[in-house]
């Protein structure tokens, strides 16, 4: 799920090797919450953004509390991409973090290996949402803390009590301001989202007992 193999990387001019292997990632949380930051200041392309001025109409369906200083609103998504090692790049999908633009969550997530869930402690309660969409579909994902400056800092175990998550699901912490942080976040994810797969694969080959 999620992969893309083009066979032997062709060389490129200047003797470099395209990526092999490409997977899709998605960035989701909720409004305001960082997603946007964190796909521009990973990517190593200029970002794709979708983003309008906030109006007096989206006042009236946008919860903007807590993000009183925000001006613009991702309308479809945002995309960028990093390369993780030779031959293995990331393609980033960043999910907009309004309830009436969610219609477009089910196209953006078809194939997709993984997501994080970027979650602001200070609106714990608006990451609840994807946290259910990606349970449910059963795709693999990590919840990224975004640390703000002025936000009560948590452990990870913490946060996934008051997520509830499930068991083993990776609670993460990071700013989505630093490229290297948000490479950690990633790694996590694809070395958490292959072990999912892995074991999805291993379990619908096993040969079941009724069949012996």
């Not at 613009?72 to 009436?100: H, K, N």
């Not at 633009?101 to 970027?118: I, K, M, P, R, Y």
Request: overall charge negative; glycine content about 10%.
């Amino acid at each position: 799920m999620g992969l893309h193999h083009n066979g032997p990387a062709p060389a490129a001019e200047g003797g470099e090797e395209l990526a092999a292997l490409a997977l899709k990632i998605l960035v989701a949380g909720g409004f305001g919450v960082g997603k946007t930051t964190l796909v521009g200041s990973v990517s190593e392309i200029r970002p794709l953004r979708t983003e309008e001025l906030l109006s007096e109409a989206g006042e009236l369906v946008d919860d903007t509390g807590g993000v009183d200083q925000k001006t613009t609103t991702t309308v479809a998504m945002d995309f960028g991409r990093i390369t993780i090692r030779s031959g293995l790049s990331l393609y980033l999908f960043g999910t907009p973090g309004q309830d009436r633009f969610w219609f477009l969550w089910d196209e953006l997530s078809q194939g997709a290996l993984g997501a994080v869930v970027l979650a602001d402690t200070r609106r714990l309660e608006d990451c609840f949402p994807a946290v259910d969409y990606f349970e449910h579909r059963k795709i693999p994902f990590v919840v990224a803390v975004n640390c703000f400056a002025n936000a009560r800092r948590y452990a990870s175990n913490e946060v996934a009590r008051a997520l509830d998550l499930d068991q083993g699901t990776p609670v993460v912490l990071c700013d989505a301001r630093d490229k290297d942080s948000g490479k950690e976040v990633l790694i996590r994810l694809v070395e958490y989202a292959g072990r999912v797969h892995t074991a999805r694969l291993l379990e619908s080959v096993e040969p079941r007992a009724d069949s012996v």
